[in-house]
């Protein structure tokens, strides 16, 4: 008896630690996607939103051709609508997580489509906190793969 006790307790502990954990990877998605449609849609102020920058803060961004960008993180912020993304979409797919209680770094496969159809394809790795209890990117790295799509 004391066994069965035991065994539906821990069971009953992973469960709501999956559950809890399948929350927080569904606010995280849901922020990636905003920052992503807001950076297309010139969206400054929303795009501010999703993002805390920190003095550890870093983007890194490398190019198909081998060309590393290191991106100011400021830039991430109170952007001019004139320097963001210009129209299109995004597609991430492929999401692998590591969230703990108020810190997480996700990696994803993102395919973006520009208003002329082109595609690129990266692969991504993303930076997040929680703060005042909403999921926020500090930092993330963005690999552009040699593979183009029409």
Request: proline share 3%; net charge neutral; hydrophobic share 30%.
């Amino acid at each position: 008896m004391k066994w069965t006790i035991s065994f539906y307790l821990i069971l009953a502990l992973n469960l709501v630690g999956y559950s809890q954990n399948n929350d927080e990877s569904e606010s995280i998605k849901k922020l990636l996607k905003k920052e992503s449609a807001t950076w297309r849609a010139g969206d400054s102020k929303g795009h501010t939103d999703c993002w805390y920058i920190q003095p550890y803060s870093r983007i890194l961004i490398s190019t198909g051709d081998g060309t590393v960008l290191d991106i100011p993180p400021t830039a991430m912020i109170n952007t001019n609508p004139e320097a963001m993304g210009n129209g299109g979409y995004s597609v991430n797919t492929n999401y692998k997580m590591s969230i703990h209680k108020d810190n997480a770094w996700v990696s994803h496969n993102e395919e973006s489509t520009a208003k002329d159809g082109k595609k690129t394809f990266s692969y991504e790795i993303r930076l997040l906190e929680k703060i005042d209890g909403h999921w926020k990117l500090v930092g993330q790295s963005i690999h552009i793969s040699k593979q183009t799509g029409e």
